[in-house]
Nanobody, 126 residues
Framework: QVRLMESGGGSVQAGSSLRLSCVGTIDTTIYHMGWFRQAPGKERERVAFIQRGSGITYYDDPVKGRFTISQDKEKNTLYLQMNSLKPEDTAMYFC????????????????????WGQGTQVTVSS
């Protein structure tokens, strides 16, 4: 059974940094992992993905250059380092896993991921 649990969210000022963690009971050699976020009243949107095994990463444009996705395979933990946070980054952040069949990160949406954590809230004030 796949279980994912996020932590590390909080309330910070614009320009600050946070690191989100996602601990999972999951074999990262067969699952792609990713981060999504959802702001109030908005659809869930993708943030970043990491390819199983190789560690190749993908970032959506709003976070490119500011966020870094990484994983520690020994600890079964996925990370999202968020720097230079902006008020528009305010959202509930979710980690997710997708059984790895191909690698098409520019096409992935929430429906492409079958396993989800419960989310961790990030609030950025100006």
């Amino acid at each position: 059974q796949v279980r994912l649990m996020e932590s590390g969210g909080g309330s910070v000022q614009a320009g600050s940094s946070l690191r989100l963690s996602c601990v999972g009971t999951i074999d990262t050699t067969i699952y792609h992992m990713g981060w999504f976020r959802q702001a109030p009243g908005k659809e869930r949107e993708r943030v970043a993905f990491i390819q199983r095994g190789s560690g190749i990463t993908y970032y959506d444009d709003p976070v490119k250059g500011r966020f870094t996705i990484s994983q520690d395979k020994e600890k079964n933990t996925l990370y999202l380092q968020m720097n230079s946070l902006k008020p528009e980054d305010t959202a509930m952040y979710f980690c997710a896993a997708r059984y790895a069949t191909g690698w098409y990160p520019d096409r992935y949406g929430p429906d492409d991921f079958g396993y989800w954590g419960q989310g961790t809230q990030v609030t950025v004030s100006s």
